[in-house]
Every structure is written in C-alpha cells, then in structure tokens.
C-alpha cells in the first residue's frame, strides 16, 4: 500500500510541477490573474505532494503536523491570489483570452488525471485525503479559469478574469479551513 501511495504521490508531483510551469508563463504572457491563481496553487500542490511523500507509512501524528502546514501553503496561495487581485484592480487591463483558454484546458486535463490517480485515497488517511482535497480543488480551479477566459473573450474585458480569480480566493480559503480542521482532528486523536 505504502509504495502505490508513493508512486501516485510521485507522478501527480511530476505533473503539478509541468503544469506550474506552464501556467506561470501564460499567465505572464496573457496577464491573466486567475492563471497565475492556478499556477500558484499547482506549486502549492507540487509541494504537497512532496510533504505527503515524506510522511507515507509515518506515524498519524506526523502525518497531522504535514497536513496543518498544507493547510497553510493553501492558505499561502490564497494570500498570493489576494495580492494578485488587489494589484490588477489598480492596474487593470484586459488578458488575453485564447492563451487563458489553452492553458487552461491543459491544466484541467492534467488535474482530472491527478484526481483520478489520487481518488483511491480519498477517504484514506489525513496525508492522502488532503492531498485527494488539493487535487478536486485544481479540477474545480481548471472549469473556473476555462470559464474566465470565455468571460473575457465574450466581454472583451479583464473583469471576469477577476471574478474567477475572487471565485478561487474564496475556494482557497474554505480548502485551507477543511485541511486544518481535518489535520487539528487527527493531531489531537493521532499516536506520536
């Protein structure tokens, strides 16, 4: 068990470290900020899955403490997303929407290939079910940033963009908040 939860958590690694890649430069090509929320949050999730690499076969405890600061890299890229927003509402610009759009299919279907990959473990323990809970998010995050770039080819301006970056600030949010919730429980109820 301990070694197909290794080799998952390795390939959806190598996949979140590709797709960062990719979304970092069109997001800096189109200046669109909901990719750049996306490709912050594939780095995030590449570094989650090292953490949970790590701590395969660990005790629950240690398993508790990489979740917790899961939770915080999740609430990490929220800020970086905050940040983001607040600096395109006093630069704004209009993206371009068919770079959006291609990276943003890519990315969705690199992520749904990832959910599927981790779906085994998604009720598993902390380690693995928060690391299923960072994937569902990037499925969820790809719809959303398909959905900016339709917005801003269709109005011919940077607003939806925005919009759906909000949309994934509030999502990171309410993610980091399970992942603590989630990780606290386990710490408080875990063996050392």
């Known amino acids: ?104 299919l890519l990315n969705l279907v690199a992520n749904a290939a990832c959910l599927r990959l981790l779906l085994p473990y998604r009720k598993g323990d902390v380690n693995m079910a928060s690391a299923w809970e960072c994937s569902r998010n990037d499925v969820f995050e790809g719809v959303a940033v398909l959905a900016a770039a339709a917005g801003v080819g269709f109005f011919g301006a940077g607003w939806p963009d925005l919009l759906v970056a909000s949309a994934l600030l509030l999502m990171f949010l309410r993610s980091a908040w399970r992942v603590f919730r989630m990780a606290w429980r386990s710490y408080v109820s875990g063996d050392n």
């Open 1 to 104: 068990m301990q070694a197909r939860q290794r080799r998952v958590l390795m390939i959806v690694l190598a996949i979140n470290l590709a797709t960062f890649t990719m979304m970092l430069a069109a997001a800096i090509y189109s200046g669109s900020s909901s990719l750049l929320s996306g490709g912050l949050d594939n780095l995030g999730d590449a570094l989650t899955y090292l953490l949970s690499l790590a701590v395969v076969g660990a005790s629950d405890r240690a398993k508790a403490r990489v979740a917790l600061f899961k939770g915080a890299l999740i609430l990490g890229a929220a800020l970086a997303v905050a940040i983001q927003i607040g600096w395109r509402l006093l630069h704004p610009g209009v993206p371009i929407f068919e770079a959006i759009g291609i990276a943003a």
